[in-house]
């Protein structure tokens, strides 16, 4: 039986990356101000670390994007 292809895995992901829309600048502010970053508390579990480490990790994605888009306007 052939193995499935996984198109959607980030890391076997070998086909070309699709363009994302224009990032607003007020979509950025307001999820930076709901999940702003901060140091890892003492009482919080490993999964609640690793949890608020992706959120803080897609918002800073979304930002590097939002200046690569805004650096590539002709």
């Known amino acids: 039986m052939p ?22 600048s007020d979509l950025t502010y307001a999820l930076d101000q709901r999940f702003p970053e901060q140091c890892a508390d003492l009482s919080w579990s490993d999964r609640d670390v690793w949890y608020k480490s992706g959120q803080r990790s897609v918002i800073k994605f979304l930002k590097q994007q939002q200046k690569e888009q805004e650096e590539n306007i002709i």
Not at 6 to 24: G, S, Y
């Open 3 to 24: 193995k499935k292809s996984n198109k959607h895995h980030l890391k076997d992901n070998t086909e070309e990356i699709l363009e994302l829309p224009h990032i607003d």
